[in-house]
């Protein structure tokens, strides 16, 4: 049952974690709480097709389907995060100054509010179907023992969901003076661990070439499979064996949108163009 | 949204992907193990691993040494793309039975 409850836990914690860092990032955006259940519930659903149609989505692109699928959601992610840091970046003075009101606004508002939808959507779907599959396979396994396993995995979903609230509480006891830096700078490595994993997934498919693999090995110093390697893996997208085109999509990322957010801030009161993130 | 991304994905770059005529080399799963647990490839080429699922849940393959993670489903076949890789010994595991699905590719 324990080690049912660790899995499902390091299935969803990477989910739960982007849930809230997002949830705390969005706040002050008008309606941004509804939105936010509706990406959770949309995940949800996406999983669970996801889950059954494992099978035919791996036969696509000969055999490669899976991994362009991931690279998809992951790319997508990557998009949806950078674009909304740069959204943040010429609102969230605005949002700070009068985090309840910025109605004067609403159709920015809505697109941001979508935005979010989108990235939580995405990230509940990509962890959540492992999370399905895994579950199911429990539940269809023969014999005895698997009602205390499911208990397990239900634990571990608990425990998942409790981080990710435990994140976002924790985040929102930021002063508002620092609190957007701090959410932008959260998201902005999210957004490059994400675009390394994406790269890792191309790799995989044969689609674009390793450089260095690995370019360095911090395997015995610091195991990804540990508790601090999977935290941090989530979280800024630590690898302890990486190549080196997942380094270059890491770092590609970090500057364009770490770039496009100070050019942002430098042209002070709002510029009305929508920044593009890719 | 993102099923149009996956099609332009594989309209890219899914004809370029495919190697015709690589090493292949076949890995069973069966009652949460794999068999072998042991698979001995050449060193410095790339290989194709054909990973069959003969359990009736889905598995998934992982490993970080060799920065591999698929998904195989129930009573179905994966391909993964494997290598270069330089001499050594690349463990990897099931990561839905880790206690029983392990083994290691070793290059020579």
Redesign the interface.
Known sequence: MF?TAI?VFREILEAALIVGIVAAATRGIPGSNRWLGAGILAGLIGAGFVALG??RI?E??????????N???L??AVIMLGWHNLWMSSHGAALARDARNVGNDIRDGRRARSMLL?IVG?AVLREGS?TV??L???A??EGGGSASMLAGGAAGIVAGVAVGWLVYAGLLRIPLRWFFTATGVLVLFLAAGMASQAA?FL?????LP?LA??LWDT?SWL???SVAGTLLHSLVGY?????GMQIVFYVLVLVVIATGMKWINKGGARPAGNGTAA | MSRLLLLALFLLFGTTSAIAADDEFKLVIENHKFEPSEVTIPAGKKIKLIVENRDATPEEFESHALNREKVIAGKSTATILIGPLKPGSYPFVGEYNEKTAKGVIVAK
């Open positions: 080690a899995i494992t099978g791996a696509l692109a000969s055999g490669m389907g899976q991994e362009l699928f690279a998809a959601i790319g997508l989108i995405l492992e599959l895994f199911y396979g429990i269809a396994a890792r790799i995989q498919a044969d689609v390793s693999t690995p395997s195991p990804q499979s690898e302890a064996q990486p190549s």
